[in-house]
């Protein structure tokens, strides 16, 4: 049996000293503290929430090399996104998958001066990409791969070509240009996924959400969850709050000479749209709006997700997707595809995330950079704090993170976490499903959400009272198997990181409903703890996902 959070925080009681504490459950944080885990270090993680419930629950959901970035001429960053891509792509194949991507084109030779504009600092917004410039940046984009790529090279298609595979795309579209990224299924997963393969590595190594570090007097972690509080130290305090890390660093005692983050918001809309899944044609389209801002659209789990905003924020919060932001999405779209209806009652959910950019007086938040560096903070104990990172190159900035903790403590690397499988991913391939012996649909669900940790999963629910919640695939034994295994404690858990039921527009009543049954026996929740949680979750859902569901009766609204 996994550790139970009871005997995490009686260990934590006799024993409060920690070689690394890492504050921030995100990728970035779960990154760091997976490869902490794994040079042996006694290395806690601390997160205030839930594990991925900020920004890195508000991601395009694409893993990418960041071709855009050319133009802002961050090479360096473009070759580290491309190699780390590829990585993710062999070392967690349940998960990460690639992506064909077309880009329809307009014009022939704007845009040719954008990229030695950004080289030499400007700032402002680019101009519109015609095929010269796309196709000079597509084949730098090749070169960059070199001879290991995993993905096919560019192509170029003419009028004929293009209007034969997109034949919804608007009339000004003279060409296009298509190349393959990668896209990720369920990124909260592999944040949970990493953080159980470094206690299995290492049982030294703790993960707490729901959890808050303090300075008083000394390191105070507070458990949330019970009100508990203990008493703990740390050689080195890893800062990976994202957005939040100017305020959090101050707090925790660092000295800031300077501001480290500039926050952008981006928005995103999930739409059930089956003219428009059609219209892609498999592909994710990647095209600009008439702002100069470039845009997103793909197929996701059965649904189409588009986006996204970027607008500065002066303060990180938590966020939502503006009726202005939806409909800057959904002008984009129409101009798109013209000829596809898209409503507003076809929007399933909605998310927004605060991006942790790097400090930049930008006029154009498109040339803000999408790269990571490492800061220490200087304080009673010592800070390293992390400063951008996106998902795709989340391990590389773990490893700098890494590699500058044990140079700090006076120890040396003992294995790279360059090469190793990530949970599910470990003897996964397309053809794993085949010995589940279990209904095609129920089968496809398991792999799809637990890749090669399906049998496993799969025998918990037989060994457990089991049965189909309400109008979805999932079961209530992955329920229990969320709780006990994965660290869940509140429905947004179960019903929006532990699985995509929420962003797939699956949720209802009767299954919120038989879900908060399972978790209250499990957890010993009140009556009223329960209904209150209903009504929680029934409120964020609302006010942060564009979802409205009338709360069952006997539940205040």
Same mark, same amino acid.
């Given at each position: 049996?996994?550790?139970?959070?009871?005997?995490?925080?009686?260990?934590?009681?006799?024993?409060?000293?920690?070689?690394?504490?890492?504050?921030?459950?995100?990728?970035?944080?779960?990154?760091?503290?997976?490869?902490?885990?794994?040079?042996?270090?006694?290395?806690?993680?601390?997160?205030?929430?839930?594990?991925?419930?900020?920004?890195?629950?508000?991601?395009?959901?694409?893993?990418?090399?960041?071709?855009?970035?050319?133009?802002?001429?961050?090479?360096?960053?473009?070759?580290?996104?491309?190699?780390?891509?590829?990585?993710?792509?062999?070392?967690?194949?349940?998960?990460?998958?690639?992506?064909?991507? %077309?880009?329809?084109?307009?014009?022939? %030779?704007?845009?040719?001066?954008?990229?030695?504009?950004?080289?030499?600092?400007?700032? !402002?917004?680019?101009?519109?990409?015609?095929?010269?410039?796309?196709?000079?940046?597509?084949?730098?984009?090749?070169?960059?791969?070199?001879?290991?790529?995993?993905?096919?090279?560019?192509?170029?298609?003419?009028?004929?070509?293009?209007?034969?595979?997109?034949?919804?795309?608007?009339?000004?579209?003279?060409?296009?240009?298509?190349?393959?990224?990668?896209?990720?299924?369920?990124?909260?997963?592999?944040?949970?996924?990493?953080?159980?393969?470094?206690?299995?590595?290492?049982?030294?190594?703790?993960?707490?959400?729901?959890?808050?570090?303090?300075?008083?007097? !000394?390191?105070?972690?507070?458990?949330?969850?019970?009100?508990?509080?203990?008493?703990?130290?740390?050689?080195?305090?890893?800062?990976?709050?994202?957005?939040?890390?100017?305020?959090?660093?101050?707090?925790?005692?660092?000295?800031?000479?300077?501001?480290?983050?500039?926050?952008?918001?981006?928005?995103?809309?999930?739409?059930?749209?089956?003219?428009?899944?059609?219209?892609?044609?498999?592909?994710?389209?990647?095209?600009?709006?008439?702002?100069?801002?470039?845009?997103?659209?793909?197929?996701?789990?059965?649904?189409?997700?588009? !986006?996204?905003?970027?607008?500065?924020?002066?303060?990180?919060?938590?966020?939502?997707?503006?009726?202005?932001?939806?409909?800057?999405?959904?002008?984009?779209?129409?101009?798109?595809?013209?000829?596809?209806?898209?409503?507003?009652?076809?929007?399933?959910?909605?998310?927004?995330?605060?991006?942790?950019?790097?400090?930049?007086?930008?006029?154009?938040?498109?040339?803000?950079?999408?790269?990571?560096?490492?800061?220490?903070?200087?304080?009673?104990?010592?800070?390293?704090?992390?400063?951008? !990172?996106?998902?795709?190159?989340?391990?590389?900035?773990?490893?700098?993170?890494?590699?500058?903790?044990?140079?700090?403590?006076?120890?040396?690397?003992?294995?790279?976490?360059?090469?190793?499988?990530?949970?599910?991913?470990?003897?996964?391939?397309?053809?794993?499903?085949?010995?589940?012996?279990?209904?095609?649909?129920?089968?496809?669900?398991?792999?799809?959400?637990?890749?090669?940790?399906?049998?496993?999963?799969?025998?918990?629910?037989?060994?457990?009272?089991?049965?189909?919640?309400?109008?979805?695939?999932?079961?209530?034994?992955?329920?229990?198997?969320?709780?006990?295994?994965?660290?869940?404690?509140?429905?947004?858990?179960?019903?929006?990181?532990?699985?995509?039921?929420?962003?797939?527009?699956?949720?209802?009543?009767?299954?919120?409903?038989?879900?908060?049954?399972?978790?209250?026996?499990?957890?010993?929740?009140?009556?009223?703890?329960?209904?209150?949680?209903?009504?929680?979750?029934?409120?964020?859902?609302?006010?942060?996902?564009?979802?409205?569901?009338?709360?069952?009766?006997? %539940?205040?609204?």
């Amino acid at each position: 049996m996994p550790e139970t959070r009871q005997e995490k925080l009686a260990r934590i009681e006799s024993d409060g000293a920690f070689d690394v504490i890492v504050v921030g459950g995100g990728i970035n944080g779960i990154g760091v503290f997976h490869d902490l885990a794994h040079q042996g270090l006694r290395v806690l993680l601390v997160e205030m929430n839930d594990f991925c419930s900020g920004c890195s629950a508000a991601p395009s959901r694409m893993i990418h090399g960041g071709l855009r970035y050319l133009e802002n001429g961050e090479i360096a960053l473009v070759r580290e996104s491309l190699a780390e891509r590829d990585r993710l792509l062999r070392n967690a194949p349940h998960f990460v998958r690639p992506l064909p991507t %077309v880009i329809p084109i307009e014009r022939w %030779v704007s845009g040719l001066a954008n990229a030695a504009l950004g080289f030499l600092g400007f700032t !402002g917004r680019p101009k519109p990409r015609g095929a010269l410039p796309i196709k000079l940046g597509l084949a730098l984009y090749d070169r960059i791969t070199g001879r290991k790529r995993l993905l096919p090279r560019h192509r170029f298609r003419g009028q004929a070509a293009t209007r034969a595979m997109w034949p919804a795309f608007g009339p000004r579209v003279r060409c296009s240009a298509s190349y393959h990224d990668a896209w990720i299924s369920h990124p909260e997963r592999l944040g949970i996924e990493l953080i159980g393969d470094a206690t299995a590595a290492n049982p030294q190594a703790i993960a707490l959400n729901y959890a808050r570090l303090a300075q008083d007097d !000394g390191l105070v972690l507070t458990d949330t969850a019970t009100g508990r509080t203990f008493t703990v130290s740390a050689r080195i305090i890893v800062n990976a709050t994202g957005a939040w890390i100017d305020e959090s660093a101050a707090a925790l005692g660092a000295r800031l000479g300077e501001r480290l983050v500039s926050g952008t918001k981006g928005s995103h809309l999930i739409l059930e749209n089956p003219a428009l899944l059609a219209a892609l044609n498999g592909h994710m389209v990647y095209y600009e709006h008439s702002d100069g801002r470039v845009c997103i659209v793909f197929p996701y789990l059965g649904r189409v997700l588009a !986006g996204s905003t970027d607008l500065r924020v002066d303060k990180a919060s938590r966020t939502a997707c503006s009726p202005e932001e939806r409909d800057y999405i959904l002008t984009s779209l129409a101009g798109l595809f013209p000829q596809v209806t898209i409503t507003l009652d076809q929007i399933v959910y909605s998310y927004a995330g605060i991006r942790p950019l790097p400090f930049s007086k930008a006029d154009f938040t498109g040339r803000m950079s999408r790269g990571h560096a490492v800061r220490r903070l200087a304080g009673n104990v010592p800070q390293i704090g992390m400063v951008g !990172g996106k998902w795709t190159t989340y391990r590389a900035f773990a490893e700098e993170t890494a590699d500058l903790v044990l140079q700090d403590l006076g120890l040396t690397r003992r294995q790279s976490t360059r090469d190793l499988a990530i949970g599910g991913g470990r003897g996964f391939s397309d053809a794993f499903a085949k010995g589940l012996n279990l209904p095609a649909p129920r089968q496809a669900h398991l792999v799809d959400l637990y890749g090669a940790l399906a049998p496993k999963v799969a025998a918990f629910c037989a060994a457990v009272p089991d049965q189909a919640l309400p109008g979805v695939v999932m079961t209530k034994g992955e329920v229990l198997w969320f709780i006990r295994h994965e660290q869940a404690l509140h429905l947004a858990d179960v019903l929006q990181r532990r699985s995509p039921l929420a962003i797939r527009g699956e949720l209802s009543l009767p299954l919120i409903d038989a879900t908060v049954r399972v978790m209250a026996q499990e957890l010993g929740w009140t009556n009223a703890q329960t209904q209150t949680e209903i009504t929680r979750f029934l409120s964020d859902l609302e006010t942060y996902h564009g979802v409205r569901l009338a709360p069952p009766k006997g %539940v205040a609204p």
